[in-house]
């Protein structure tokens, strides 16, 4: 696994073995910001929402989310899925919190050394909760509000991408809920529409990809 420097100045990471880097090349931070917290959890009505998040991997988005939880006062219920953790060493050379925010590195680390399969508390705001294991198999109970869905490409971890597992997603929504992904190809769109959501094209982040998908629960 290697450290690259992005276009907007953030760090990604890239795993050789399968040709794919954890976040966009032209800006992690931009990308995880636009497409996560601006489509995602500032588009919810939500005063409480629960999250889910496929693919916990740096912790980027979970990190931006305690942020603008702490900076609107909005409780957040935020679990995470990954069934690869990073070690803290490799966290550290990401430092995520110099660029985004100083003050909060003990919160960023926070995340990554809570417990595993329970509540942690890590502000009167934030409950995480995070899971250990397969995406693929894993049965999550209902009640999610949003769901960042941030699996590496289709092309590259195909069996993430499955009809079945947008319908099981659909089914753990909350009515009204939302998914948010950085993947627009036309057999994702078709899939979450089969599931039954109503699907939107969103421009993606500057400097980015054109284009992103908004998933809406009927």
């Known amino acids: 696994m290697e450290i690259e420097k992005t276009a907007d100045g953030s760090y990604t ?8 880097h954890y976040h ?16 995602g959890l500032k588009h ?14 740096t912790g980027l988005n979970c990190f931006l989310t305690f942020l603008t939880s702490e900076e609107t006062c909005r409780k957040v219920h935020y ?11 490799v966290l550290r050379q990401l430092d995520y919190p110099t660029l985004i925010n100083q003050g909060h590195e003990c919160n960023y680390y926070a995340i990554h ?30 009640g ?12 590259k971890q195909p ?31 078709r899939m979450l529409q089969t599931a039954g959501f109503i699907v939107e094209r969103l421009p993606g982040p500057p400097g980015g990809k054109r284009e992103i998908l908004r998933a809406t629960k009927r």
């Not at 919810?44 to 991997?57: D, K, M, Q, W």
């Not at 999610?144 to 092309?155: G, L, M, N, R, V």
């Not at 319908?167 to 627009?184: F, K, P, Q, R, W």
Request: aromatic content about 14%; overall charge negative; hydrophobic content about 40%.
């Open 159 to 189: 069996e993430m991408w499955e009809q079945s597992l947008f319908d099981s997603l659909y089914h753990v929504l909350n009515e009204g809920g939302i998914l948010t992904t950085y993947c627009a190809k036309g057999v994702v769109r």
């Open 13 to 20: 990471l890239y795993v050789p073995e399968m040709d794919e």
């Open 79 to 89: 679990t995470g899925i990954e069934r690869y953790p990073l070690s803290i060493d």
């Open 144 to 155: 999610y509000d949003i769901i960042y869905f941030d699996a590496f490409a289709p092309e």
């Open 113 to 142: 050394q809570a417990a595993w399969g329970k509540d942690v508390t890590l502000s009167p705001e934030f409950t995480l909760h995070k899971i250990e294991g397969d995406f693929t198999t894993y049965r999550f109970e209902k």
């Open 44 to 57: 919810s009505a939500v005063n409480e929402p629960h999250i889910l998040e496929i693919g916990l991997g």
């Open 24 to 39: 966009s090349v032209k800006g992690a931070l931009t990308e995880s910001k636009h497409i996560f917290i601006e489509m």
